[in-house]
């Protein structure tokens, strides 16, 4: 019976104690919804009275109420959802009535949007902020403040102040850093501070950066005293930071793309191009310094050292960089320019060379005390003839005006380098080398077209590569003991491109005079084989044949004239002289048959080679200089005497033939063989006893 007794009363034990909980859940959310309805009653008085902060943060007092109810599980209210929707529209209503307030106080007149980007259009940008509330708003205190807090509590001031950081960039900032001419101007009124822009005429292309520090920090004074000096009540768990400010908030917003927009269009440009300007860089280290204080100051920064004044103190390093990139562009800009604007060289010109130490310098004082241990009666070894003082010097001839500049270039970049710090130093000087370098590789295939097609292009070019290897025998050595440590152990040297240069200048004349030989036997494959003379046609096709060539050995002659030098052209001229005789030989040489009529007219056409042939030499644009280079054909045309030869044997009788061979001593002999005179004479002569007599001493 007890027992029975005892599991009643657990039994109502139990039921009572779990309608007590269900009580108590029912009391904790009437008092929720209680507090929810008050909180919404408080925001609607709050609203009219346009006490902001207060109503946002009855909201919030809402916001937090429904959520709690929203938490309960198994205990769903049909009202909650209706709740929901209610604080969902007064908290938009809220935000309306914000964004009204907000766009009084910071109101934007803006250019069309299709003109955003130009001087013009930044000109007609105005920002007006306001700065006395009106009658009606002064009871309820700073319509600032209280806006842009009331903004915090609702979690929506970080995209109000996101839009307002684009326009400032876009409109204000922006334009003021990319065109120095504009200036801005502030007018204030009764009740609003008016922020515009005007143009003034630029004293340079890129203002110093200080001018454009003070324009930046004017604008951040504006907004620091007018709008942005809001400190934000931040949640309750978010104590510590409570003293966040507006300022600091739109700070971290912008700050990184207003820096990156005030290295690249302002601090890039200030970087010096000279190293004897470096000193007066500190100024803008120091005003970049100034400009950040200020804006850590008014709290627009945080206390680190930003990339901005990283970038303005590593000014040796950008130097350098900007000065390798500017030489590298001017180099290249030289290398794609016209080749053939020229300028004459002479073994007198020379690059202006900077004053440099002399390496021996030291060595003098030990030769004049070794000189007086010698005793009186010494025997000076020193050879009397001198080495005449062109020795080593370049031949006249005339290369490129640009690669002229490009050497001085060279030469005034390994002088930057000298006065430069080690790093900056060592930089210029593999510039100069890429230089270099970068001609092998540019100019060939840039000009390629040209210089397979013009001659006198191909003359300049394998100047131009023999000139700059000139300067590359001695451009280290002239610079070795002016130029860092580390440069002076022997690194400092430009004599492995040497070989590359004097290789590419030979290759593509070459070409050329490959292209020219090409031209010149082509054109006498149309001389019939300089057989059958006495027929008119043949004998035509075979002048108009030497005719062409003739003209073209003329033509090479005048536009490689006063450009290569004179023993490189004379070289040339002959070697291709020299193919058209070896050609005419060769084929008179093989005719089977030679009629007393062809011979005549056979020698008539070699008679004008022989005559016109010399003429072609004129390396100098004086003529009276030429004689002496056109007296000298033999020596440069290797197959003349034989030439010559085949013209007397075209003309003599076999007597005089075997008495130019002369028992294999006589001029003939030295210049063709016996079964070459033999298959001569058998052509030349019928076949009788004097001729087999005359065959029979050739051996």
Not at 653 to 672: S, T
Request: net charge negative; hydrophobic share 40%.
């Amino acid at each position: 019976q007890v027992q029975r007794d005892l599991n009643v009363a657990v039994a109502e034990f139990t039921e009572l104690k779990q309608q007590l909980e269900r009580d108590t859940l029912v009391l904790s959310i009437l008092k929720k919804l209680q507090e929810f309805d008050t909180a919404i009653k408080e925001y609607n008085t709050a609203l009219l009275e346009k006490k902001y902060v207060a109503a946002a943060q009855q909201l919030e007092k809402a916001r937090s109420s429904l959520n709690m109810l929203e938490s309960r599980k198994g205990f769903e209210l049909k009202i909650l959802k209706a709740l929901g929707t209610e604080l969902t529209v007064q908290t938009q209503n809220m935000l309306y009535h914000l964004g009204e307030e907000w766009q009084k106080l910071a109101v934007w007149k803006l250019p069309p949007s299709k003109e955003s980007s130009s001087l013009e259009s930044a000109m007609h940008s105005e920002l007006h902020l306001r700065t006395v509330p009106s009658k009606e708003e002064e009871i309820a205190g700073p319509p600032v403040a209280s806006v842009l807090q009331a903004f915090a509590v609702l979690g929506e001031l970080h995209t109000k102040l996101k839009i307002f950081g684009q326009l400032l960039l876009k409109y204000v900032l922006k334009p003021l850093i990319s065109y120095p001419s504009l200036q801005p101007f502030t007018e204030e009124q009764s009740d609003v501070f008016i922020l515009r822009f005007k143009s003034k005429e630029p004293n340079l292309d890129h203002f110093s950066p200080m001018e454009v520090f003070d324009k930046i920090k004017l604008i951040f004074e504006v907004l620091h005293k007018y709008l942005l000096n809001v400190p934000l009540e931040q949640p309750a768990e978010d104590k510590k930071e409570c003293r966040l400010t507006l300022a600091e908030l739109l700070g971290d917003m912008i700050w990184e793309e207003l820096s990156d927009c005030l290295i690249q269009n302002c601090l890039v440009n200030s970087i010096p191009t000279n190293s004897s300007k470096l000193e007066q860089y500190i100024e803008v280290i120091k005003s970049t310094e100034e400009f950040e204080k200020a804006l850590k100051n008014m709290q627009f920064l945080k206390g680190d050292t930003t990339d901005l004044l990283k970038y303005a103190r590593n000014v040796n390093s950008h130097f350098a960089n900007k000065k390798c990139q500017d030489v590298i562009v001017a180099a290249r800009n030289l290398m794609t320019s016209e080749i053939h604007n020229t300028v004459k060289i002479t073994p007198d010109s020379c690059v202006t060379l900077p004053r440099l130490p002399d390496p021996g310098a030291g060595d003098h004082l030990k030769m004049q005390k070794t000189s007086k241990l010698l005793p009186n009666d010494m025997v000076n070894l020193e050879n009397e003839t001198k080495l005449s003082q062109y020795t080593f010097s370049l031949p006249t001839c005339r290369i490129s005006s640009s690669v002229e500049k490009l050497m001085e270039l060279a030469y005034q970049t390994l002088l930057e380098a000298t006065a430069s710090t080690d790093q900056c130093c060592i930089q210029l000087f593999y510039s100069v080398r890429n230089i270099f370098q970068l001609f092998y590789d540019v100019v060939p295939t840039y000009h390629k077209e040209n210089l397979q097609k013009l001659p006198q292009l191909a003359a300049i070019h394998h100047n131009n590569c023999m000139y700059i290897a000139h300067h590359l025998l001695t451009l280290g050595h002239q610079f070795r003991y002016r130029l860092t440590n580390i440069l002076c152990d022997g690194a400092a040297t430009f004599v492995d491109l040497v070989p590359g240069f004097r290789r590419l200048g030979m290759e593509c004349f070459l070409a050329q005079m490959r292209v020219q030989k090409g031209e010149i036997l082509e054109r006498l494959s149309s001389a019939r084989n300089f057989s059958n003379m006495d027929d008119e046609e043949n004998y035509c096709a075979a002048n108009k044949a030497i005719r062409q060539v003739l003209h073209q050995l003329k033509r090479l002659g005048k536009v490689w004239q006063d450009v290569l030098p004179v023993n490189i052209y004379c070289k040339a001229m002959g070697t291709l002289l020299n193919t058209a005789l070896t050609e005419v030989v060769t084929r008179i040489a093989a005719l089977e048959d030679i009629s007393a009529e062809d011979a005549d007219r056979l020698y008539s056409l070699c008679r004008t080679m022989v005559e016109e042939g010399p003429q072609v030499f004129t390396p100098l644009p004086e003529d009276d200089k030429n004689k002496k280079y056109q007296e000298e054909v033999p020596v440069y045309v290797q197959k003349w005497m034989t030439f010559k030869e085949l013209m007397i044997i075209l003309q003599a009788n076999l007597q005089e033939i075997v008495d130019q061979w002369a028992d294999g001593k006589g001029p003939l002999a030295a210049e063709f063989s016996a079964a070459e005179v033999k298959s001569l004479i058998r052509a030349l002569f019928q076949n009788t006893e004097r001729r087999a007599a005359a065959l029979a001493k050739i051996k």
